[in-house]
């Protein structure tokens, strides 16, 4: 019920392609949806975030896509640039409750230039 | 500049040696967690603080401690390290327990 499912584990684009990532949840009382980027050798990093009320959320090159019937949601990454190339994680909270993120394990994109 | 900052940045120790991983945020946040990441298993929570000298357990407390007797410091202890506590260690902060995550840079431990 806590888990969020993510995948694909990894994943490599051709520069100016579009990335995708997916995850999954079960609990349907998770109402913040965040994904972070994480670069080689730095911490995690708030890349952009959706709460149930909306379907989508743009923020430059960077769409989270959300469905809740499904229980699903997805990063997109447009023009994919070698400078996209990190590991990005999802995650999931209760923010109403307070509670901790649930974090996916982690997607690791390669954009081959 | 609003930073989070772990110290040591790498360590590697015998089994056994206790060892104390620092952290200190400067952005006067009250949510303050320790996370270790391992390859396929991502992100998982050590321990949590919501206030000063209040701490709780997240997902993997086995084998550490902490405590919050400043609001900015939260530190990481492992009073007896074995070599399964071999991880990368990331210190956060935040306003609250659901806002954004303010990551340190990490610690590579290593226990032999």
């Known amino acids: 019920q806590q888990q969020v499912k993510q995948s694909p584990q990894s994943l490599i684009v051709q520069k100016g392609g579009i990335s995708i990532i997916n995850c999954a949840y079960e609990?349907?009382?998770?109402?913040?949806f965040p994904w972070y980027q994480q670069f080689p050798g730095k911490g995690p990093a708030l890349l952009i975030a959706i709460r149930p009320d909306v379907s989508e959320k743009k923020e430059g090159r960077f769409t989270i896509s959300f469905n809740k019937s499904a229980k699903q949601f997805s990063l997109h990454i447009m023009d994919s640039q070698p400078g996209d190339s990190a590991t990005y994680f999802c995650a999931a909270s209760i923010a109403q409750a307070g509670t901790a993120l649930i974090f996916g394990k982690g997607t690791t994109l390669s954009v081959s230039s | 500049e609003a930073q989070v900052t772990q110290n040591p940045r790498y360590l590697i120790t015998v089994t056994g040696k206790k060892l104390t991983v620092t952290c200190s945020q400067n952005?006067?946040?009250?949510?303050m967690s320790w996370y270790r990441q391992d390859p396929g298993l991502g992100l998982r929570q050590i321990y949590y603080?919501?206030?000063?000298?209040?701490?709780d357990k997240g997902d993997v407390p086995e084998g550490y401690k902490v405590s919050r007797k400043e609001k900015r410091n939260f530190p990481l202890i492992l009073e007896s390290p074995s070599p399964n506590q071999t991880s990368l260690y990331f210190c956060?902060?935040?306003?609250?327990?659901?806002?954004?995550?303010?990551f340190g840079p990490g610690t590579r431990l290593t226990v032999l």
């Open positions: 603080s919501m206030n000063v000298e209040v701490t």
């Open positions: 609990n349907t009382a998770f109402d913040y």
């Open positions: 952005m006067n946040h009250e949510y």
């Open positions: 956060a902060s935040s306003w609250t327990r659901e806002d954004t995550q303010y």
